[in-house]
């Protein structure tokens, strides 16, 4: 009956809004899963590099922008997912790699690279659907970033948040400085941004910087919560906070043999992800799109505020620390760690040391000071 309708009433030929071409670069797979009513999908947009624990190219930085886009555009999509290919990592980032041997030193070449960084971004901000980061595993550097950016996030429970940050000299400037105050509030933001430890999928959960978190971990064909972290108490005798922090000693020893025994499965996070897109199917779609416009504001505007201005910072840094920060990650190893010598950095600043080639060199991990 209402099939006899709208084929009466729908236009003879659709007009093409689409501004961009349908993404396609080895790297970024676009996939549409049918949903449970005939003629409408969610499209899955999954970063495919595993070997490199998801890191993107420039290539898929354009292919990812132009899903957004086309997905955000497509009559016919009610979701987007955005993950990465299998269960180690949801993403990390640039290509390290490049960033060292490329950009380093070449400030106005890094400008570019923001450029299309950044509309990636705005490209999942601008979405006319609803998209969902499916954290399938380490979501940290860029990769934090673009899973920030998403409306929701939801997380298999071995999966650990990070910013590389300060710590190979960068700052988190393309989105998490803008996002985490708002969504986790400002003390927390500054934790995460300045300290740069590793969070885990349950205490992203407590500070609210994802929507979910399941189990993905089976032992004995049963699951079980993520061993390396507290997971049976929110708070410890003294009342801190405990949920989602790691154990210690001999505990994440035992935790490390649980882990290697187990194996992983990813189903319980994609029932998840399943559970969020069929709400939104039974939803009315453009009021869908109204709340998600109105909702995004607060990240929206942050963003907007200081992108331009984080670009330019952003491309000046790598002529001096991220370019020793990433030089430091592509010479280093496990042995000797893949980070600059930072106290030796500050010795020399201490004394008014300009940056040279000579002393990046010597900032190396592994060199004598
Ligand atoms: C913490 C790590 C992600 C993982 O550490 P670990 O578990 O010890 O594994 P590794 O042996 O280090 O890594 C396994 C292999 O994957 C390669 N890898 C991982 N991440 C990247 C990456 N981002 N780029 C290239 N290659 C990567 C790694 O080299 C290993 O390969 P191999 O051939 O040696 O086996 C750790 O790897 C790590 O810290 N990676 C660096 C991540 C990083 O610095 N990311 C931030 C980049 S900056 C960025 O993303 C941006 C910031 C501003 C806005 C724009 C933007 O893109």
Redesign the pocket.
Known sequence: MIKDIVTKTAPSQLVDHSACPAPSSPGILYEKHPTAAEGLFNVWVTIDNP??????SIDM?KALQQAFRTAGEARDVVAVVLTGAGS??F?????????ATYYAGNPQEFRR??RL??DTISAILACDKPVICRVNG?R????Q?LGLACDLSVAQDLAVF?Q?GPK?G??????ATDFLPVMIGAEEAMAAGILCDPISAHKARRLGMISAVVPALKVDSRFIPNPSVVTDRVVDEFGEFILGEPKAGGEIKAAKEIVAKGEIDLSRLDAKVEELCSKFLHMSPEALTKTLEELRKPKLDAWNRSKEGNRAW?AINMTTE?HA??KA?AVG??EVG?EVNFVALRQAQAIGAPWTPDLIEALMPGRIS
Do not use: P
Request: include cysteine; charged fraction near 20%.
């Open positions: 070997r490199q624990f998801n890191s993107y930085l180690k990592a993403c990390t980032g640039g290509d390290a790699m490049e960033f690279f923001m960084f950044d380490l940290s550097g860029g990769g970033e990070g590389a190979h960068g700052a988190m400037v393309g989105g952003a991220a920060g990433f990650f190893n496990k893949r």
